[in-house]
Structures are given as C-alpha cells and as structure tokens.
C-alpha cells in the first residue's frame, strides 16, 4: 500500500512563479525526502528532512515538515522550465533503509 | 550520477519467458534495490539486498527474484514474465552507514508481449 500520497497529481505555472506540493503519509517516520523525475530518467535526490526538523531549505527549495498531520510540503520558488518534471515524495519508515513512494506530482512549467 | 547502469535498457519479450534485468553499480554501496514504476502507483519496492546474497522481499515480489554474488551488480529475474510485469524498472543504491538518500539507474523498459 502507499505511505505517500501527494497532491495535486498535476501542476501547471508559468516560470517565475511558485509551485507548491504536498504529500501525506500514514506511519510514523525517521525522514521523509523528495526525489525528482526527468521524463525518461531515473529518479534524483532532492532533499531529506528528518523527523525532528520542522523546515528545510536549499537553494529555491523549500520542505516543511508537520509530524502531528503527517504531512509535507514542497515549494519551488521562481520556477524555471527546466524544473518541469514529476516530483515523489518517500518516507523511511523503518531501520530496513527502505523508502515507500508516493504516486508524484506532475510540474508543467511554461515559458 | 552514482556510477549506476542498467542493462538492457530497453526489452521486448513473449509471455512465459525468462527476463535478467542487470544493475550495475561503481560506488561501492552496500544495499541495492530493485523497483518498478507504473502510472498511477509510482515506485513499489520488488526486491532490496543489504549485502553480497543478502536479499529481501518488498512490497511487489511475487513472480520476481533477485541474486547478488558480487557488491558492484544485483540481478532482477522474471521467471515466466506475465503482461502485467510491462513496467519501467529502476535500480537504486545506497550506503545507509552514511546517507539515506538512494541513487537511481535509468531504468529499463520491458514490455511482455
């Protein structure tokens, strides 16, 4: 079954605008990270937020962390067109190093 | 990228024949998994291995097996390939002792005719 759940499935912004995602999850985790995918490509490391952190930043990313809700956010300020991909968010749940995916959320950035 | 490649990168196949899907890795990381990709599910977890014949299930390992007798290459095989195991398959690693975050290939897509 899923632990991540991210919404919306689909965005479209134009550039220089925000884009924000989110993603819930069912158990409790050690960290929760957000992992890009170019169409056709392997997925890549974003960013890793821990348990006991409320907010992380780097570069134009921004990952909140609501442990109470069991939620996180993703927001990409001033996106560019080259931003355009699926974004998944992942939760390690346990000590096995596995990490459960959530479904993406397609971002469709317009020149 | 962390040195990963996955071989073929593309298959054509008939139902009821075996598949070998190949991960090859030159980072020397411990844990290796395999995943497949589908619309509408995302990634799901087939097989993970912690170390050289060291291996586990994950969420989606019925018609699915693994080996690993080397650290550098972790070997997915489809014993009868089925219609329904047409996906994208990804490998990834990592070395838990030091990160979370995993690497990943850039996948194979097979389709089972």
């Known amino acids: 079954s899923q632990q991540g759940e991210e919404d919306p499935q689909a965005l479209s912004i134009q550039e220089g605008e925000n884009a924000t995602m989110n993603c819930s999850y069912k158990?409790?985790?050690?960290?929760l990270q957000w992992y890009r995918q170019n169409s056709g490509r392997g997925l890549v490391h974003l960013i890793l937020?821990?348990?006991?952190?409320r907010e992380k930043h780097s570069g134009r990313l921004r990952v909140t962390l609501d442990t109470s809700k069991k939620s996180s956010s993703l927001l990409i300020t001033a996106s560019r067109a080259a931003d355009t991909a699926s974004y998944f968010c992942?939760?390690?749940?346990?000590?096995?190093?596995?990490?459960?995916f959530g479904q993406g959320t397609t971002l469709q950035v317009k020149p | 990228d962390a040195g990963i490649t996955q071989s073929p990168r593309h298959k054509v196949t008939e139902t009821g024949t075996p598949v070998t899907l190949r991960c090859h890795q030159t980072e020397n990381h411990r844990y290796m998994y395999w995943y497949r990709q589908d619309p509408g599910h995302g990634l799901r977890l087939i097989h993970y291995s912690y170390g050289v014949k060291d291996t586990d299930k994950g969420e989606v390992s019925d018609g699915y097996s693994v080996s690993r007798s080397k650290t550098e290459d972790f070997l997915l095989t489809l014993e009868s390939a089925t219609s329904s195991q047409t996906s994208v398959y990804f490998c990834?690693?990592?070395?838990?002792?030091?990160?979370?975050?995993?690497?990943f290939g850039p996948g194979t897509r097979l389709l089972v005719l």
């Open positions: 158990t409790s985790i050690n960290n």
């Open positions: 990834a690693t990592n070395d838990r002792e030091r990160q979370e975050t995993q690497y």
């Open positions: 937020i821990r348990s006991n952190e």
């Open positions: 992942a939760t390690d749940a346990g000590n096995t190093g596995k990490l459960i």
